[in-house]
């Protein structure tokens, strides 16, 4: 063997294992599978989450219950969708005199086509005397006229009175504008004096008393010295 065939034997075994391993092709082979796996990945991902999205908002609508409780504002007469409704309402004003009174109650719900009117859920009025008497009054529900500051209360009122006064009545009304009150329907009440029953009551703004009126009857609680001397000085319950 020649030099030169040693030079041409030993090139075309070199190139020969050479071809046999190939790693630059395989390299770029490898390198365009990966180039092809991420461009899909980009599509794929986003796409994933735009569904997952979707199953999001669209679940709910899928599996909803035909008996579970839904609201459909567009299904509500005129005249409710217009009433207006407060949990909790409060409402203060002054009387004639200036004097701050107020109202309160679970629920107020404006009277439709009747903006004056507000029909109220366990109302109750607190309002002070000219004497400087506290009183308060309450009912099952009630009727407050906003522009004259009276309350129509029914279902079952109860009155205090801080000299020691206390009256329930099926009905009353309220004229807190005048620090007023008064009703015709039988009273049953008692005080400092002892119990008292009769046909309706008046109360006003002048002082501390309550008249009752009709048919009263009157039980009155024995006193001490002290106390009945005490109570010639105050102003009590007075029939009429």
């Known amino acids: 063997m020649t030099p030169a065939d ?34 899909i990945m980009k599509v794929l991902l986003p796409s994933l989450a735009a569904i997952l999205l979707g199953l999001v908002v669209v679940w709910p609508k899928l599996v909803l219950d035909d008996k579970s409780f839904q ?22 004003g002054v009387d004639e005199s200036n004097r701050p009174f107020a109202v309160t109650s679970e629920l107020a719900v ?28 309450d009912g099952e529900s009630g009727l407050y006229h906003q522009a004259a500051k009276t309350l129509d209360l029914s279902g079952g009122v109860n009155l205090f009175h801080d000299a020691g006064y ?17 009703g015709v329907d039988p009273v049953q009440g008692h005080g400092p004096q002892g119990r ?7 109360l006003t703004g002048t002082g501390h008393s309550i008249t009752f009126s009709g048919r009263a009857h009157l039980t009155l609680r024995a006193a001490s010295p002290r106390s009945a001397s005490s109570n010639k000085r105050s102003n009590g319950a007075k029939p009429k």
């Open 166 to 182: 206390e009256i329930h009545t099926p009905t009353a009304m309220v004229d807190l504008g005048h620090n007023a009150a008064s």
């Open 196 to 202: 008292i029953e009769s046909v309706g009551f008046e």
């Open 71 to 92: 609201i459909g504002f567009a299904k509500l007469p005129s005249k409710e969708v217009e009433t207006l409704a407060m949990q909790n309402a409060r409402y203060f």
């Open 6 to 39: 040693a030079v041409r034997s030993d090139a075309g075994g070199t190139a020969g294992h050479a071809g046999h391993r190939r790693p630059p092709v395989a390299r770029g082979h490898s390198f365009a599978r990966y180039s092809r796996f991420v461009g």
């Open 110 to 137: 404006q009277e439709p086509g009747n903006p004056d009117l507000i029909r109220l859920k366990a109302p109750k009025a607190d309002f002070t005397s000219p004497s400087g008497a506290n009183i308060v009054v």
